[in-house]
């Protein structure tokens, strides 16, 4: 099979499903559908130049045939079933506690064996979700488990 096939086939599914996000995105309040909205459609444009790209690629071209090596099939499906378990789990375990645990383990099933870059990057991106929904949207997130079960609150 084409690259350029997959390619396109999988940019113009999930142009799709992101303009049903935009829709979706703009029924929120006012305050609230800035963000979604503006990334949704900038997922939506970005997906749409995928697509036509890979589209011309295929016309002209024909395109590479894919070869998938067993790794990259493995290291695929790992990171979709941790990326499920991250998505489910986030709501209970609280979004930082997720990020906290699930970066580093992700890499770590994925092959990475820099622990120390694993565990900072998951420092970085709660601080960073912290900093985006605290300080910048002024939006609370949903408590912390750990902070419930050690402070009570």
């Given at each position: 099979?084409?690259?350029?096939?997959?390619?396109?086939?999988?940019?113009?599914?999930?142009?799709?499903?992101?303009?049903?996000?935009?829709?979706?995105?703009?029924?929120?309040?006012?305050?609230?559908?800035?963000?979604?909205?503006?990334?949704?459609?900038?997922?939506?444009?970005?997906?749409?130049?995928?697509?036509?790209?890979?589209?011309?690629?295929?016309?002209?071209?024909?395109?590479?045939?894919?070869?998938?090596?067993?790794?990259?099939?493995?290291?695929?499906?790992?990171?979709?079933?941790?990326?499920?378990?991250?998505?489910?789990?986030?709501?209970?375990?609280?979004?930082?506690?997720?990020?906290l645990l699930f970066?580093?383990?992700?890499?770590?099933?994925?092959?990475?064996?820099?622990?120390?870059?694993?565990?900072?990057?998951?420092?970085?991106?709660?601080?960073?979700?912290?900093?985006?929904?605290?300080?910048?949207?002024?939006?609370?997130?949903?408590?912390?488990?750990?902070?419930?079960?050690?402070?009570?609150?």
């Amino acid at each position: 099979m084409r690259q350029a096939v997959v390619e396109t086939g999988v940019a113009l599914a999930g142009a799709v499903l992101s303009v049903f996000g935009l829709i979706h995105a703009l029924g929120f309040t006012r305050d609230s559908a800035y963000l979604p909205t503006v990334v949704m459609g900038l997922l939506t444009l970005l997906l749409v130049v995928w697509a036509v790209r890979s589209a011309l690629t295929l016309r002209h071209e024909g395109g590479d045939s894919i070869r998938l090596a067993p790794g990259h099939v493995r290291r695929f499906f790992t990171l979709l079933a941790t990326s499920i378990v991250m998505i489910v789990a986030a709501p209970r375990l609280g979004f930082a506690t997720t990020f906290l645990l699930f970066v580093p383990l992700s890499g770590m099933l994925l092959g990475y064996r820099k622990g120390k870059w694993l565990v900072v990057t998951a420092i970085i991106f709660s601080l960073l979700i912290y900093l985006i929904f605290q300080v910048v949207l002024d939006r609370p997130l949903p408590p912390e488990m750990a902070l419930r079960v050690f402070t009570g609150i």
